[in-house]
């Protein structure tokens, strides 16, 4: 009889060594995961956000020689070979064959920005895990795709950029703050994650202001060094209490720099 993928992965925590078994067990602890009657390459998996079924991807290599890996590991997307950034993007030309390939812990690969998206998971809803590995698709025509992890949805993302001029550089450089990290779940229930990059070291201040442009949070005030930094807002306002549902603006400030991006609050 054949092993229910579940069963799989409880064969992995008795054999895998302890670090192994501490990273699955993390990964679980954040979902609720329960087999699909009837379907052993399914599972329904239940998340602060959001409860959604998703499909054990193939293990065969559909791709024999992949032109670029993504690697899925403990709470993180790597693929461009930058560790800085939080959110891993790739740049690539059109007709190209992607993987993405487990390595540690027990993941989903979701299209989207986060639970909050209301495209998320329509074209793509995968589990990397051991059971299932690996997930190949070749892009044939220009496209960009936003991708995520649902167990993991504040830390875990990814970016794709197909495009059909193959002379562009696979790594755009940063020349100001910006965000690389849109607030993420949007529309969020409580917390909310986003994040930004700076090319050089600068100060810098990132806020919360309510619609009418009150401010409401400070996260943060602050030299930055290079590279990309990830802030989160917990939604609520300080000694006031939580914050009221409504569209809110994170702002980031750096020098003459001044830039936000929206987000909405519900209860």
Request: hydrophobic residues 40%; aromatic residues 6%.
């Amino acid at each position: 009889m054949r092993a229910s993928p579940l069963a799989l992965l409880a064969l992995l925590s008795c054999l895998a060594p302890a670090a192994a078994v501490a990273d699955l067990n993390h990964c679980l602890s954040r979902a609720k995961i329960t087999p699909v009657p009837g379907n052993p390459r399914a599972v329904q998996i239940e998340t602060a956000h959001a409860r959604t079924v998703a499909y054990y991807a193939e293990r065969v290599q559909l791709v024999a020689a992949p032109d670029f890996i993504i690697q899925a590991r403990d709470t993180t997307y790597e693929g461009d070979g930058d560790t800085k950034h939080l959110t891993d993007h790739l740049i690539i030309p059109v007709g190209s064959s992607v993987r993405w390939q487990w390595i540690t812990g027990f993941h989903t690969l979701t299209n989207g920005l986060g639970d909050g998206d209301p495209a998320a998971g329509t074209t793509i809803e995968k589990v990397l895990a051991d059971t299932s590995p690996v997930f190949d698709t070749t892009f044939a025509v220009p496209t960009h795709l936003d991708y995520y992890c649902r167990i993991h949805e504040n830390t875990m993302h990814g970016i794709i950029d197909v495009l059909a001029n193959t002379s562009v550089t696979p790594h755009p450089q940063v020349t100001r703050a910006t965000f690389s990290r849109a607030p993420a779940p949007n529309p969020t229930r409580d917390a909310m994650a986003c994040a930004v990059t700076v090319p050089s070291a600068e100060n810098v201040e990132i806020t919360v202001h309510d619609l009418a442009g009150r401010r409401v949070a400070l996260l943060f005030s602050g030299r930055l060094e290079p590279g990309e930094h990830p802030f989160r807002w917990d939604g609520v306002m300080g000694s006031r209490g939580r914050a009221p549902a409504g569209i809110y603006r994170v702002r980031l400030r750096a020098g003459d720099i001044e830039e936000s991006r929206s987000f909405s609050l519900i209860r």
